[in-house]
Nanobody, 124 residues
Framework: VQLQASGGGLVQPGGSLRLSCVGS????????MGWFRQAPGKEREFVVA????????YYADSVKGRFTISRDNVKNTVYLQMNSLKPEDTAVYYC??????????????????WGQGTLVTVSS
């Protein structure tokens, strides 16, 4: 599956953005999906994941209560709604796909397919 992320941009602290990740192919619904981010000079970190059905999600503590992941398998799209953004949320955000598992994957090595990344900058 090929992934295309979009929706990044410049936003003020406290603002909101919605990222989208569109997958190609008819098999999108078989993948668990995740979002990761990488800030300048830092390692890539897990943000959130969602099961293939959308029935279960898992959030990093740093974004819990502020970010919401969802997916639309008809549109082959996964979304990341980001509210109450903070300067420390500034990073390149990547969507990724992993094969279905009984446990939602949170490590980047568990994901086989990656989008190209979209830059989110939170600054006044």
């Amino acid at each position: 599956v090929q992934l295309q992320a979009s929706g990044g941009g410049l936003v003020q602290p406290g603002g909101s953005l919605r990222l989208s990740c569109v997958g190609s192919g008819r098999t999108f619904s078989i993948y668990d999906m995740g979002w990761f981010r990488q800030a300048p000079g830092k390692e890539r970190e897990f943000v959130v994941a969602i099961t293939w059905s959308g029935g279960s999600t898992y959030y990093a503590d740093s974004v819990k209560g502020r970010f919401t992941i969802s997916r639309d398998n008809v549109k082959n799209t996964v979304y990341l709604q980001m509210n109450s953004l903070k300067p420390e949320d500034t990073a390149v955000y990547y969507c990724a796909a992993a094969l279905r598992s009984s446990i939602l994957p949170t490590y980047s090595r568990e994901y086989f397919y990656w989008g190209q990344g979209t830059l989110v900058t939170v600054s006044s």
